[in-house]
């Protein structure tokens, strides 16, 4: 499932025109991106949780070259899911 097709499925649960839940959608996206962005974890009890890692700088390679290449350090988003979620699944 895409966004698109996400919204039209919003849309057609809530009852509301494809617009409106378009704009539903962005504006959750956007707030847990906001609440990452400032060091908030996301708990959405039942669906499971969003938070940043930090990922150390590392040496790697270049996989096309086989060169030695330096890897940056880096915040990483993650996403665990909860207990619901993981029994829907299986």
Do not use: Y
Request: net charge positive; proline share 3%.
């Amino acid at each position: 499932m895409n966004k698109q097709e996400l919204v039209i499925a919003v849309a057609e649960s809530a009852g509301l025109a494809r617009g409106d839940a378009a704009r539903a959608v962005d504006a959750v996206l956007d707030e847990v991106i906001g609440a990452l962005k400032a060091g908030s974890n996301v708990k959405l009890v039942g669906f499971g949780t969003f938070h940043v890692t930090h990922r150390a700088a590392s040496s790697g390679r270049n996989p096309r070259t086989g060169e030695p290449m330096q890897l940056d350090a880096r915040n990483q988003p993650k996403f665990t899911a909860g207990k619901s979620l993981r029994d829907a699944v299986n």
